[in-house]
């Protein structure tokens, strides 16, 4: 199975930038990744996705030019750059692997195969 480790994730205030990062332990050739996250009493929502390649991306309308997502495949690492952040982007960040590779959207945690644990991040006002 593909092992994933997510980090980067802590406190800050409203308008300042985190970059989390997921780093893979298994091969991902070919493998589709994301981001997702889940605050208290919601239901985990998408966030962002990337192809093997970077050469697509997608992003949910509510952090659209405040989060970029970007991988490095010779670190086998995806990062989530995460600027202007906002007490609503409070939640556990979660990485995930679609070894079907890249799909058009809605984007659903049923189309991810593997699971990291999950960083926390908490945006205070």
């Known amino acids: 199975q593909v092992q994933l480790v997510e980090s980067g994730g802590g406190l800050v205030q409203a308008g300042g930038s985190l970059r989390l990062s997921c780093a893979a332990s298994g091969r991902t050739f070919s493998y589709a990744m994301a981001w997702f996250r889940q605050a208290p009493g919601k239901e985990r929502e998408f966030v962002a996705a990337?192809?093997?390649?970077?050469?697509?991306?997608a992003y949910a309308d509510s952090v659209k030019g405040r989060i970029t997502i970007s991988r490095d495949n010779a670190k086998n690492t995806v990062y989530l750059q995460m600027n202007s952040l906002k007490p609503e982007d409070t939640a556990v960040y979660c990485c995930a692997v679609r070894r079907a590779g890249w799909v058009w959207g809605p984007y659903t945690p049923e189309q991810y195969d593997y699971w990291g644990q999950g960083t926390q991040v908490t945006v205070s006002s």
């Open positions: 990337i192809s093997w390649s970077g050469g697509n991306t």
